[in-house]
């Protein structure tokens, strides 16, 4: 499967999500699915609101925030915490997806990364803690390379 239609697949699964948990599937819902449907990494509730903006499609942003809500609850969108009160969202997409994050506390540069060893050192904490790992988040902050020089 490719990565267009991984991300098509996702679409599509998480319309079908949204009907059947009872949530409409109005024009604001389906922007925001398009858009995130496109996306590698996760985006702020403002970035959202300017990428649809770019689009002629409008969302307040209390409704953006609204439906990231509603994804987030149905399981098709994590939220992820970067530090200092800042959230983005992006879908959960099984598989060959799943990266972590790295963000610059300067320029607010946020990057994916993935690291096998990594997630083999999660899979053995998560055999031994008393906990039935579900989701996992790596963030981690400091300076990129351009903020540093």
Known sequence: ?????????????????LTEAGYRRGGA??????????QLCALS??????????????????SIYRVMEE????????????GQGIVRYEAVR??????HHLVC??????EPF???????AIGRLADRVPLNVSVHEIVLNGACRACER
Not at 29 to 38: F, G, H, M, V
């Open 1 to 17: 499967m490719t990565a267009t239609t991984q991300r098509s697949a996702w679409a599509e699964q998480a319309a079908r999500a």
């Open 29 to 38: 819902r389906r922007a925001i699915l398009e858009l995130l449907d496109e």
């Open 45 to 62: 509730a403002e970035e959202i609101e300017r990428a649809l903006r770019g689009r002629r499609r409008t969302a307040s942003r209390a």
């Open 71 to 82: 994804l987030e609850t149905i399981g098709v969108v994590q939220r992820v915490e970067l």
């Open 94 to 99: 099984p598989g060959a997806g799943h990266h």
């Open 105 to 110: 506390d300067r320029c607010g540069r946020l």
């Open 114 to 120: 993935t690291d096998a060893g990594l997630e083999r």
